[in-house]
């Protein structure tokens, strides 16, 4: 099964995405908090604190205080009770030790909000409630094409300021059914 996850859209999903469950969050005074895992075993680590930063600056923007982070150790329950949404950024490979891993299933089902973006969906393979709430894992893609991006649902509020359709050039994710 093909299904396209454009990088492109990354900033796209994160300034929309956090607004559909955090609407009580972002119009409190205090900024909504997310921590961004930044672990990846396959791009250079140079490129984390970039990332960061490009994150950071659209958190502003957003009324979202993001905490950038490569410590696995900071995924305990009191660790990421704090936060209002969390956000794996470029993760790839087993990103969380078992205590992490059991961390984040019990936030999910707590409720907590998650937004994975890039390659979120190449981590934690080994992990069925984490595969679940990405909806499949990553296969392969090739080399960047010229892509056609239509949105199905523009009443939606994470996809309601995007065009109904787009054309970029980007890598096109196929992913793996669960």
């Not at 859209?9 to 930044?38: C, E, G, I, K």
């Not at 329950?77 to 990103?95: A, C, H, P, R, W």
């Not at 109904?164 to 050039?169: G, N």
Request: glycine fraction near 6%; hydrophobic fraction near 45%; aromatic fraction near 8%.
């Amino acid at each position: 099964m093909l299904l396209p996850l454009p990088p492109t859209l990354s900033l796209l999903v994160l300034a929309s995405l956090p607004f559909v469950h955090l609407t009580t969050a972002v119009q409190a005074a205090a900024p909504a908090r997310a921590p961004h895992l930044l672990r990846n075993r396959r791009l250079p680590a140079r490129l984390n604190p970039h990332r960061a930063r490009a994150l950071v600056a659209q958190g502003s923007a957003l009324n979202i205080q993001f905490d950038a982070t490569e410590d696995k150790g900071r995924f305990t329950d009191d660790g990421l009770s704090q936060y209002d949404l969390l956000v794996f950024l470029m993760n790839t490979g087993e990103v969380l030790d078992d205590t992490g891993k059991a961390a984040l299933q019990k936030y999910l089902d707590l409720g907590g909000n998650f937004v994975g973006l890039h390659s979120a969906s190449d981590c934690l393979r080994n992990t069925t409630f984490y595969g679940r709430e990405v909806g499949a894992f990553f296969d392969y893609h090739p080399a960047l094409q010229n892509a056609t991006v239509d949105v199905v649902d523009v009443s939606h509020p994470s996809t309601s300021m995007l065009p109904a359709q787009w054309h970029v050039q980007d890598e096109m994710y196929a992913l793996s059914p669960l």
